[in-house]
């Protein structure tokens, strides 16, 4: 007696599921690389403005500071001496 053996014929959808089932299983860790892989360099990037910033940051203190130097009365009294001014007291007028 021979065994005759029966091959179980798949349905459209059945292939498609396949299909999509094996695509998902080979496609899904390329593309959790791919995101690690794309978030690394957005932190990267992140962190290069940060660096950025703080440099920027201690810029503008230092020329706050120049500022403030350049502002005060000792200085302003000390550029008009060498400009040939004199301070007056009595010019000064203040208003209430």
Not at 84 to 95: A, D, M, P, Q, S
Request: aromatic share 6%.
């Amino acid at each position: 007696m021979r065994k005759v053996k029966k091959r179980l014929k798949m349905s459209r959808f059945e292939k498609l599921l396949y299909t999509f089932t094996l695509l998902l299983v080979v496609l899904s860790p390329v593309g959790i690389v791919f995101t690690k892989a794309t978030l690394s360099e957005v932190n990267f990037e992140v962190e290069k403005a940060k660096k950025e910033i703080a440099v920027q940051n201690k810029k503008n203190e230092s020329l706050n500071m120049t500022i403030n130097e350049l502002a005060s009365l000792d200085k302003i009294q000390e550029i008009a001496q060498e400009q040939g001014l004199t301070y007056n007291n009595e010019n000064i007028k203040t208003i209430e």
